[in-house]
């Protein structure tokens, strides 16, 4: 006999070499599920492209929520004086006598006092510059910057304010602000976390189409393993592992390229900073600094892609087998 062996007329291959007529998934030492298919880098593909953008709405959250702590601390730490003029009054010296009043309140670091053409020039973001503000009674401004939140006296200071000059000076402590500033963080960061969870949800709904459409093409391999013997928890962790793999590529992927867009969007912020429009944007949105957190965000949103790529996958091969 030659050392080719025949079968039904058919030459078949030496041993060693897989036979070219007979399918992939179907040699031995092959995966049951392919590996590298048009299907499977579409889907790993899809997978990264979540991932980046649930990992742009996570780095943004984090961003946001930690400017707004910042914010937050910064305005809470200044209240304000606002002495309104009066007729008959002289508004220098009430400047004057509130301030005394607020030097002398333990927990105040510093007081800053407003001139006339100070206080009027913040009102030319609304009214424009080049306007005569001489005849209006703008209000004088008396900054205070505090040393110590708990030690100072903010409803004995506002008293005595009251008292000293009645009808002309008030205190804000910012309260409505820090109130306004932190529902707009948290529904931002609340939004981001919703996009979060939608993107995830569309990942899910990727996989079980693309899991579905896996076991009908490989229907056939599916029936040969029942018979001699494989149960459908073998067949199940098979398609797992092959899809767990495809969302660790897309998610290693899509968090690789969100990371690195922060990080590029982070050095042309800091290029932008030393021009006078980058220093009033910085001045109203914060510092463009993502920080240790959101990186990490980042980077566990890319490893829960991949898991939800696995667990659906297993659930829906379940499903589909029984």
């Not at 590029?264 to 220093?279: D, H, I, M, N, V």
Request: charged fraction near 15%; include cysteine; aromatic fraction near 6%.
């Amino acid at each position: 006999m030659s050392s080719q062996a025949t079968s039904r007329g058919r030459t078949l291959p030496p041993a060693g070499i897989p036979d070219p007529a007979t399918p992939a998934n179907l040699r031995r030492n092959a995966p049951l599920v392919p590996t590298d298919t048009t299907a499977g880098r579409s889907l790993a593909a899809v997978i990264a492209i979540l991932t980046f953008l649930a990992g742009l709405c996570a780095g943004a959250a984090e961003m946001v929520a930690a400017n707004a702590v910042q914010w937050q601390g910064d305005v809470a730490q200044e209240i304000t004086i606002q002495i309104r003029p009066g007729p008959g009054r002289d508004v220098d010296a009430d400047v004057a006598r509130a301030a005394t009043i607020a030097k002398a309140e333990p927990g105040i670091a510093e007081t800053r006092v407003f001139s006339k053409a100070e206080a009027e020039r913040l009102l030319e973001p609304w009214l424009g510059s080049g306007l005569d503000l001489s005849d209006l009674p703008v209000p004088r401004l008396i900054a205070l910057r505090l040393g110590n939140t708990q030690s100072a006296d903010l409803k004995g200071l506002r008293s005595r304010l009251v008292e000293a000059l009645p009808g002309v000076a008030s205190l804000d402590d910012h309260v409505l602000w820090l109130q306004r500033l932190s529902t707009a963080a948290n529904a931002f960061v609340g939004i981001g976390v919703g996009l979060v969870v939608l993107v995830l949800i569309a990942t899910g709904l990727a996989v079980t189409f693309a899991t579905r459409g896996a076991m009908a093409s490989n229907r056939e391999v599916v029936e040969v393993l029942h018979f001699v013997g494989a149960d459908d928890d073998y067949i199940a962790r098979a398609f797992q592992r092959r899809f767990f793999g495809l969302g660790l590529r897309g998610g290693a992927i899509g968090a690789g390229v969100a990371i690195l867009a922060f990080v590029l969007a982070g050095l042309l912020a800091r290029a932008a900073r030393s021009g006078p429009a980058g220093q009033e944007v910085e001045a109203l949105f914060g510092a463009f600094h993502v920080g240790l957190r959101g990186y990490a965000s980042v980077i566990l949103i890319g490893v829960i892609a991949s898991l939800v790529t696995g667990v659906v996958s297993r659930i829906t091969v379940r499903r589909f087998l029984t």
